[in-house]
């Protein structure tokens, strides 16, 4: 035989074990990334369980002294629950509505003084404090994880094999209100 057929079926050779070999390390790659995404989601979600656990206690404690405002705690209560389901886009504009919600409540919490001085509401709004330090923690290690993920997912030559294997985009979880954008006023 030819010695360049030689040479030639060992080019493709190479090349095919080249291809597999980084469509290997990709697919790994693009596999451990999506799994820390899902390992992020799942460290924040632990934070928005103790938060969702927070919220009845919150909500009877501002029901003793503004009852009269039932549409916002029923509100409160009904994010609450819409939020833990659906898939995670759904879960991430849920976690929004939750916000926005609580935040309605504390402006209503404002326009009754003995509830502000209640040591219950007080301690409750403590811990709901230190738990949305939790949660804003989890936001950024998910995020971060997140935006590694979807690079690999959208660089070439990667997005071919992330396609080829069906890998796609994770959504941000970003803030959607403009309340939530806006500076907090502060008063004592």
């Known amino acids: 035989m030819n010695p360049e057929l030689y040479l030639m079926i060992g080019a493709i050779v190479v090349m095919i074990v080249v291809l597999l070999v980084f469509l290997f390390v990709v697919y790994n790659r693009l596999v451990m990334l999506r799994n820390k995404v899902q390992e992020a989601f799942a460290t924040m979600d632990v934070c928005l ?46 976690e929004m509505k939750i916000s926005d ?3 309605s409540l504390f402006v209503v919490a404002e326009a009754y003084p003995d509830l502000k001085a209640n040591s219950s509401f007080l301690n409750l709004q403590e811990q709901l404090s230190q738990i949305e330090d939790e949660i804003a923690r989890s936001r950024r290690y998910y995020n971060g994880s997140v935006r590694e993920y979807n690079n690999q997912c959208q660089l070439f ?13 994770m959504p941000m979880f970003a803030v959607s209100s403009d309340a939530e954008r806006q500076s907090v006023n502060v008063e004592f």
Do not use: C, W
Not at 157 to 169: D, T
């Open 157 to 169: 030559p990667l997005n071919i094999v992330a396609s080829l294997f069906g890998f796609k985009q």
């Open 49 to 94: 369980k103790k938060r969702y656990d927070l919220i009845p206690s919150l909500v009877e404690v501002v029901k003793g002294y503004a009852g009269h405002e039932s549409d916002v705690l029923q509100e409160v209560t009904k994010m609450r629950a819409k939020a833990a389901s659906g898939d995670l886009r759904g879960q991430i504009a849920g």
């Open 101 to 103: 919600a609580l935040h």
